[in-house]
């Protein structure tokens, strides 16, 4: 079916499903007990979810031995990510954050630019410095920039997950692409039990002591989220998907407003969101 090809479908799912992601992850962790058992319970839903799609792609794998160790890599700083990313969410607005992560794609230009000696262009670094700047917007309050262990985290999250992404550059064109994402999620869960010795029991009461609705959400929209994001980039034209993407930033604040009663600075978190998509805009231009 022609839908199924068609890169904008997947874009527009993407919001909804991104949307929803953050929003609901927000409430599962107003119950958590342990983040690191809640961030294993909600990747390994995300990746039985994902696995389910396998049959609606491509069955494909690498011969590539290089690929397997740089996404063994890659994942490994997904991990990190990821399990820093759960403690973050707990401590700051959903909208916030969605903002805050938008600083990895700052930190993919500087890395270019320093470690990979790309070419300077002035609109990316205006984009960057533009995405800097709406950051520092958001947590300037009173006079003073207010800097606390959360925003610290999410900075250290986005520069791992930078990090996971130059080792990760197109791996997932070599694989079944369900099945790619499914290896990025359940993997490093396996991971961050191991490192945080977390036992069955523990992932076990954050899904009974947790919000279901919440966690079932935030799982499924997690799986589904990455898969038709990859999907919509693999089919479209980057210049044009990433900035529609980067639409989550205003509607995560539009809904943050709604439902989750996140009404403190409005106004510059609005301003904020939209130099967050002309940055973008000017990123990929």
């Given amino acids: 079916?022609?839908?199924?090809?068609?890169?904008?479908?997947?874009?527009?799912?993407?919001?909804?499903?991104?949307?929803?992601?953050?929003?609901?992850?927000?409430?599962?962790?107003?119950?958590?007990?342990?983040?690191?058992?809640?961030?294993?319970?909600?990747?390994?839903?995300?990746?039985?979810?994902?696995?389910?799609?396998?049959?609606?792609?491509?069955?494909?794998?690498?011969?590539?031995?290089?690929?397997?160790?740089?996404?063994?890599?890659?994942i490994i700083f997904y991990a990190i990510t990821d399990r820093i990313n759960t403690t973050v969410r707990s401590g700051i607005e959903a909208s916030t954050f969605s903002m805050l992560k938008q600083l990895s794609t700052t930190f993919m230009i500087f890395a270019g630019l320093i470690f990979f000696k790309e070419e300077f262009i002035l609109n990316k670094f205006i984009g960057a410095m533009l995405i800097i700047f709406s950051n520092i917007l958001i947590f300037y309050k009173k006079g003073k920039f207010e800097f606390n262990k959360y925003?610290?985290?999410?900075?250290?999250?986005?520069?791992?997950?930078?990090?996971?992404?130059?080792?990760d550059v197109n791996i997932s064109d070599n694989f079944n692409l369900p099945f790619y994402v499914a290896l990025t999620l359940i993997i490093p869960a396996l991971l961050i039990m191991i490192a945080e010795r977390i036992k069955p029991s523990e992932i076990k009461e954050e899904l009974v002591n947790g919000n279901k609705k919440a966690i079932a959400i935030t799982a499924i929209s997690w799986g589904l989220m990455i898969v038709v994001q990859l999907r919509a980039y693999q089919l479209g034209n980057v210049t044009i998907v990433a900035p529609l993407c980067a639409l989550t930033v205003i509607l995560n604040v539009i809904i943050g407003y709604i439902f989750l009663n996140e009404k403190d600075n409005l106004l510059r978190k609005i301003i904020s969101a939209i130099l967050i998509i002309i940055s973008i805009i000017l990123i990929k231009m």
């Fill in 151 to 167: 925003i610290g985290l999410g900075i250290l999250a986005n520069i791992t997950f930078t990090i996971a992404l130059f080792l």
């Fill in 1 to 74: 079916m022609d839908i199924l090809n068609n890169w904008l479908v997947y874009v527009m799912l993407y919001l909804i499903l991104a949307t929803a992601f953050t929003q609901f992850f927000k409430v599962t962790t107003k119950t958590l007990k342990k983040a690191g058992a809640l961030t294993i319970l909600l990747q390994m839903m995300a990746g039985i979810t994902a696995l389910i799609l396998c049959p609606f792609f491509e069955f494909k794998f690498p011969t590539d031995i290089n690929v397997y160790i740089m996404l063994g890599l890659s």
